[in-house]
């Protein structure tokens, strides 16, 4: 079993940065694939970022491409968002998930899921 919880949300000017971090317990964080998805209100829950194990694979959604950067820190258990140039679209609640598959799932399908944390940007 995998607890994730996410931190670092809150109220942000447009052009503005943020970052977020997801701290997981267990002993296998080294071993998952993580990712952060995305839903606004009223919409459905996209994709944002994925790192593999190892951090040698990184997927981005178009949207944040350029923007944002995915890391992770394997002896922390933590995996970390950071967000620039932050636009009133990027406003939603923020999830991290983990994929016991080492590799970044290509189907999105993710085991376990914090509770989010909710980033707003006012323009």
């Known amino acids: 079993q995998v607890q994730l919880v996410e931190s670092g949300g809150g109220l942000v000017q447009a052009g503005g940065s943020q970052r977020l971090s997801c701290d997981a317990s267990?002993?296998?964080?080294?071993?998952?694939?993580m990712g952060w998805f995305r839903q606004a209100p009223g919409k459905e829950r996209e994709f944002v970022t994925a790192?593999?194990?190892?951090?040698?694979?990184?997927n981005y959604a178009d949207s944040v491409k350029g923007r944002f950067t995915i890391s992770r820190d394997n002896a922390k258990s933590t995996v970390t968002l950071q967000m620039n140039s932050l636009k009133p679209e990027d406003t939603a609640v923020y999830f991290c998930?983990?994929?016991?598959?080492?590799?970044?799932?290509?189907?999105?399908?993710?085991?376990?899921w914090g509770q989010g944390t909710q980033v707003t940007v006012s323009s």
């Open positions: 998930a983990a994929a016991t598959t080492s590799w970044i799932p290509f189907d999105n399908k993710y085991d376990y």
């Open positions: 267990g002993r296998a964080f080294s071993t998952y694939a």
């Open positions: 790192i593999s194990w190892n951090g040698g694979r990184k």
